[in-house]
């Protein structure tokens, strides 16, 4: 009896002790404030192994990116200082934000659904801030100071020799790796070749960049070397935000707790459920392993960044425990409490289907652009004129070619018909890829075809194929005629 009354003490899901007073502070803190520092074990597993292939590749792409050019044009660059934008090596446009805007809605929508069908897998496989800590500065951190336990006797001990050396090559280390970061990063926004330009010219003739990669470097030193999980539990909205998107059929880490509980320490050749016991044998081990020094048994956290290393370590000692893997796995609540197996239910599967038209729409967004953007402006204070009939006006072009080619084009009026266009030059206009050409044209039309002093016009952008690249409306101007 003194079992069951236990675990319904547990919230009611077997794992909240006291759910009057239990977590009513961050976990990286105490009732005082003050910071708990987390050394977690260095994990090992199955899901630790599909992360180190997941990370290692993103890390890849990361710092090659900026090196790749598509048509000669850089794969991503977001260079707003010389409003030059590149995604995908296809050129964009302050003209076209309204794209980046709309892409900017959908990803957002994206974000949302896939935390509501699967949780926070994202904080877990794909974040920045998770791949760079556990991927590359706890990976230095445990190379030179050791595990756990290792870490914390160093961190107990005096400021002797060992302490020191460990600890100076240890942030050398970040600080260096830390000023890799910021100059890679730097390449997406102004291209490799200025990077290595800005470096080598030095800091005397590019003062501003210098002292920005200088706080940029600074930050991610801090972050990495001292804030670290800090950035999930109290600076990252996402957190928070999962509370009010998951529910009990949303994919997260969870630990078993009918199948735990009641929780007691391993006793060899023992029948655990004679003896009312759970299969959690109450080892600790997926507490020292999580980086956000968390208990996963303890339910779903806002801590929990889903990275599956209590997962690895509680099926390493079911393992030799001789009890069946799973304990801890992804899994929805409402199997959990149900026992039942993980269906592809077909609200994941409607989600699945909403990220897949979200992914399609992205790519519509990026790709179905015009291939020319024309404008026909009439310049300031310029008039009309008659001669042999017909009525003449002027009009400043200005043609943007966002592909990847050079284009010869021609310019046609399209409404109202019998309009001709008078060159100045040859009619076949080139326009260089990733360019504006700006130049004058002059457009005529019989003076019986106009009946209004001011009278809209549309006009075309042809290629020599005579296909339609893009069309401009404006107006064209002629002699006050009165109407009867």
Known sequence: MANIEETEARGGQGQVLDPETYRDSIGTMDQSGKRKWVYPRKPRGKFTNYRHLVSYTLLLIYFAVPFIKINGNPLILFNVIDREFFIFGQPFYPQDFFILTLGA??????????????????????????????????????????????????????????????????????????????HFMFMYIVGYKEVIKIVSEGPFAHPTNFIVMILLTAAFYFVFAWFREQVCTLVCPYGRLQGVLIDKDTVNVFYDFKRGENRAKWRKGEDRKAAGK?????????????????????????????????????????????????????????EIEKQTEFKFSGRM????????????????????????????????????????????????????????????????????????????????????RDKITKGTVNISFPESEMNLSKQNITIGVYDMNGKLIDSYQTYFEGPFKLQF
């Open 349 to 432: 599967k409607g989600f699945a289907v909403i990220l897949v038209l979200l992914t399609a729409f992205l790519g519509y967004l990026l790709y179905n652009r015009g291939e020319m953007e024309a404008k026909f402006i009439k310049p300031a204070g310029s008039t009309f004129f008659v001669r042999d009939g017909n009525i003449t006006n002027t009009y400043n072009y200005t043609f943007l070619n966002k592909t990847n080619d050079k284009k010869l084009v021609t310019i046609k009026v399209i409404e109202p018909k019998h309009g001709e266009v008078i060159y100045s030059g040859s009619s076949k206009i080139p326009v260089e």
């Open 278 to 334: 759970g299969d959690c044998i109450d080892c600790h081990q997926c507490v020292v392993v999580c980086p956000t020094g968390i208990d996963i048994r303890d339910g779903q956290q806002l801590e929990c960044v889903n990275c599956t290393a209590c997962i690895d370590a509680c099926d390493e000692v079911m393992e030799k425990v001789g009890l069946p893997k799973g304990l801890i796995r992804y899994a929805t609540e409402n």
């Open 105 to 182: 809605i959908a990803s957002l929508i994206f974000i949302i659904v896939f935390t509501i069908a699967f949780g926070r897998i994202f904080c877990g496989w794909i974040c920045p801030q998770t791949i760079f800590l556990e991927m590359i500065f706890r990976k230095i951190e445990y190379a030179i100071e050791g595990d756990r336990n290792r870490q914390m006797k160093l961190d107990r001990q005096e400021w002797n020799t060992e302490k020191i050396w460990k600890r100076g090559l240890k942030w050398t280390i970040y600080l260096f790796i830390s000023l890799i970061i910021t």
